[in-house]
């Protein structure tokens, strides 16, 4: 009888480191992927503002997170969530989430992204947080970015700014009114209340980065 | 008094269900695997058939005999236009040979008249081309593949043997190399 107990516990404890060699396995070909899955650790990045300045994630010692967005002038779907950017600086910069917009075109591909007409647009739209050019591209392989707009929810933790969200803004880039589901502000919400952000990755036709 | 609360219990059953049919047959008629062009929206003069993911969906699972090439493009995307002759060209050349060349644009519904109706035009475009209206990307992305990421140019070639997503843009030779391992 105890012998069989024996057996169980053992078979048990196969299963057990079993599934753990599964997980590992998986785990490593993850990274060998490109780009960020979720719940990885995003690297800091040092990158020019349209204000001149030189930004970096570690400058927010009070940050609690970071929405990382991946945009730029011209594209029609970037230009779509523009106000919607904004609204969501506005809404959760307070609450310790800003925005940091990175334009990651080359502009020698694209002359509409160049530096000049990223200080134009931010100034004609008025942005309210950094607009940031990944000069030399070397920001959005990293994170994995696709197209723009694409976003990247960031958690600050002690180990590190930890991607919690990656996709769309929300369910409806034509009318902000007709909206659904909100993604992003869904996702912040969850972080924020330390709860479980669903869904953590979404999809959504954007220009691809060039 | 009971019996009577039961009859008129079954009848609102009875014809609650046989409203909802009749206001089903109202719809234009679904067969399987037939496109339905969205009508109604005060877009008729746009001279390409728009649908919403449901009535597309069908272009996507053919089984024909024939090899489909849908291309998802749109007149802002610089990359999608520069590889549309080759789409042009494998439509000519493969005239009568079982492919379908199917162009989907996905402009936005404030770029129907303004670009995509001058650009076909202009461009004298043969290929079929349909506009795909469908805000729900997020839902509809990954019926297409569950590889595809959102960027476009994207294409899918697909036959009854054998389907293929790719994320990326073409030239005519690599097309038409990817073309053939779908046709011999």
Redesign the interface.
Known sequence: MKKIRILGWSALLLIFVASFAVGFKVAAEHNLDDGYEIGDLADDFELKNVDGTMVSLSDYESAKGFLVIFTCNTCPYAQAYEDRVIALDAKYKPQGVPVIAINPNDPSVKSGDSFAKMIERADKKGFTFPYLLDEGQKVYPKYGATRTPHVFLLEKTAIGNVVRYIGAIDDNYQNASQVEKPFVENAVNAMLAGNEINPKTTKAIGCGIK | MNRLLLISLVMSIVFGCAEKKKADSGKSEIVENEMVAKDGDGQNDIPFPIYDFDGFEPLLHNNDGKTYVINFWAT????CLEEMPHFERINSEYDGKNVEVVLVS?D??N?WKSRLEPYVMKNKIQSQVVILDD?????W??KVSEE??????ATLIYNKDKRTFYERGFTYEELNNELKTFIN
């Open positions: 802002w995307c610089k990359p996905l936005m519904p770029m805000p729900k990307q997020n839902d992305i990954p595809w990421g959102g960027g476009i140019p």
